[in-house]
């Protein structure tokens, strides 16, 4: 049973690029979210997709944008990016859109912005 | 607002001495509780979670955590720390039915053989 996976691990951008993130989730599961982690911090959430519409979004702005697709998975992208961009970028996986569901996680795509 | 706080930046613990990771929340409503473990460059891995029911949860490795609400405290605990317990443990909680996860900063575990 495959679980969550991200591609790609590494990622080197450079200010006011545009990057974009993808995401595989757990078997069977079909609401995926998506957070930043920066050095030293916890994870924050960005945003969540179920049923191809954004259903929750975190203190992030509009230059974080997703989609979800009929298969379930997920992209992240980032327009413009910034210096303060640079962080460890995670997906989760879950069943269903209402709470309690342990999220799964990816390894993560980690990106630098130069 | 929603909120998880892990007031120690990191815990050591010499391997077979219980352990302790300590988590609080503020969260309106009922929460769900969760803790994670992170290996370095690896992702989140689920540990356990507190949805309702016994106060007292036990989940992967060993590891349990006790839900408090009076104190409004979700600590995880081990009852004999092994070196490969080492890692960054992360509290999570959530409000009913928004799905959506607030982590604490996270809390570095060092286990001394």
């Known amino acids: 049973d495959a679980g969550v996976t991200q591609s790609p691990t590494h990622l080197i951008k450079t200010r006011g690029q545009q990057v974009t993130l993808r995401c595989s989730p757990k078997?069977?599961?079909?609401?995926v979210s998506w957070y930043q982690q920066a050095l030293g911090q916890g994870p924050q959430f960005i945003f969540q997709?179920?049923?191809?519409?954004?259903?929750q979004r975190g203190n992030f702005p509009d230059r974080f944008s997703g989609h979800q697709f009929p298969n379930y998975s997920s992209e992240l992208n980032v327009n413009a990016l910034l210096l303060g961009d640079s962080a460890l970028y995670l997906c989760?996986?879950?069943?269903?859109?209402?709470?309690?569901?342990?999220?799964?996680f990816g390894p993560g795509t980690r990106l630098t912005v130069l | 607002a929603q909120s998880v706080a892990q007031p120690e930046d990191q815990v050591n613990v010499a391997e077979g001495n219980p352990l302790t990771v300590k988590c609080t929340y503020s969260?309106?409503?009922?929460?769900?509780l969760f803790w994670y473990v992170q290996y370095p460059n690896r992702g989140l891995q689920f540990l356990l979670k507190?949805?309702?029911?016994?106060?007292l949860v036990k989940g992967s490795y060993g590891f349990e955590a006790e839900f408090n609400k009076s104190q409004t405290s979700f600590h995880l605990k081990k009852p004999s720390a092994l070196v490969s317990d080492s890692a960054l443990y992360f509290c999570?909680?959530?409000?009913?039915?928004?799905?959506?996860?607030?982590f604490g900063s996270g809390t570095k575990l060092n286990v001394k053989p």
């Open positions: 999570a909680v959530e409000r009913n039915n928004f799905n959506k996860f607030y």
């Open positions: 507190y949805i309702t029911g016994d106060n």
């Open positions: 989760a996986s879950s069943l269903g859109e209402r709470g309690a569901d342990t999220q799964y």
């Open positions: 078997s069977g599961h079909d609401t």
């Open positions: 969260v309106s409503g009922n929460p769900y």
């Open positions: 997709y179920y049923e191809e519409e954004e259903r």
